[in-house]
Structure formats: C-alpha cells, structure tokens
C-alpha cells in the first residue's frame, strides 16, 4: 500500500510573527531541507520579521537558491 506524493500548490508563507529566536535557521535553510531549494516550487514569497531578515539578506543560502531578500518600509520578504 504506498502512498502517492501529492505537490503542493502554496505559494506564500508568513513567517513574520517569528523572531530569529523562534526559528531554528539553520534547520529551515540547511542543505537536505531548504524551503527555498526548486522542490518547494510553486513557493514564490516567503514574508519574515526584521530581525530574521537581517540575518536572511546576509545569506548566501538565500542567493545561491537564487532568492532575493528585499524590505520595504517595516516588511521583508524572500522572494
């Protein structure tokens, strides 16, 4: 009995609520488990805090998935 994989169809997620200390990077941008590796695909934004966008916009995780961090005014986004 195997199970089919399904593809998701998100394509924003807002994770601004949460500060570098709620959120494990290291774990969300690693290597075997990027959210922002092709696979996420049809993932287009994903909308932080100020803080995690700090350390997100210093990342050569983010540009070598080929993400940009961007803000404007009080909000950030990967996009």
């Not at 399904?6 to 949460?18: A, E, M, Q, V």
């Not at 996420?40 to 909308?47: D, K, M, R």
């Not at 050569?60 to 993400?67: A, H, K, P, T, Y």
Request: glycine fraction near 6%.
């Amino acid at each position: 009995m195997g199970i089919d994989w399904i593809p998701h169809s998100l394509r924003y997620i807002g994770l601004f609520d949460y500060t570098n200390a709620d959120l494990e990077l290291n774990s969300l941008l690693n290597n075997k488990t990027s959210i922002l590796e092709m696979y996420s695909a049809p993932l287009q934004v994903v909308e932080v805090g100020e803080d995690v966008y700090k350390r997100l916009a210093r990342s050569s995780s983010v540009e070598r998935c080929g993400w940009t961090a961007t803000e404007y005014g009080n909000r950030a986004w990967l996009v």
